[in-house]
């Protein structure tokens, strides 16, 4: 039963967009690439924006077997967006989380283990339209391992244009 809580805690977590249909909240899906352990992954995310400087973010993200490191993460970021340039928002991420590493007795790592916490800083860019594409760069304190996170993000609700290229500035962002 310990064991099913952490997994309908993430589903209700990644269903939170479903209950509501205000702007504040978006989902979005990403691919990822560690350069120091040369792998390729993809996430998941959920956009939580409370207002127009913070957003909490539910992550999951996943390396699959043909890597070196095969692992998945389950983590919360938080965002500062710190600047603004006409459709762009540069940003600040703190993100923890839970390290499930699937293959660590392969590692010649010493003290490698199969569960283990994380903690990373890093930057961001986004544009602040309806559908907003994204690049992170990420640093992992504990492996010091950087990554790069490239994205989209659909904010729900969002009145803008049918059409990608004429989409609208979202209007929960044309106050800052």
């Given at each position: ?5 952490p ?39 959920v ?47 703190g ?9 660590y ?32 760069y ?24 049918k ?14």
């Amino acid at each position: 039963m310990k064991t099913l809580i952490p997994f309908f805690l993430i589903v209700f977590i990644f269903l939170i967009p479903v209950l509501g249909k205000s702007q504040n909240v978006g989902i979005g899906a990403d691919v990822m690439y560690n350069f120091q352990t040369e792998s390729f992954g993809a996430g998941a995310r959920v956009s939580i924006f409370p207002n127009e400087k913070f957003s909490f973010v539910p992550e999951f993200s996943y390396y699959p077997g043909f890597n070196k490191v095969k692992e998945y993460f389950l983590g919360m970021a938080v965002e500062y967006k710190f600047f603004r340039y006409k459709n762009f928002n540069f940003y600040a991420i703190g993100h923890g989380a839970y390290d499930s590493w699937l293959n660590y007795e392969s590692s010649p790592m010493k003290g490698a283990k199969k569960n283990n916490w994380d903690l990373e800083g890093g930057v961001g860019i986004s544009t602040n339209k309806c559908l907003r594409p994204f690049l992170e760069y990420r640093y992992n304190i504990k492996f010091r391992e950087t990554h790069l996170r490239l994205g989209l993000l659909y904010i729900l609700g969002c009145k803008g244009s049918k059409r990608w290229k004429k989409s609208k500035i979202c209007p929960a962002y044309t106050s800052l």
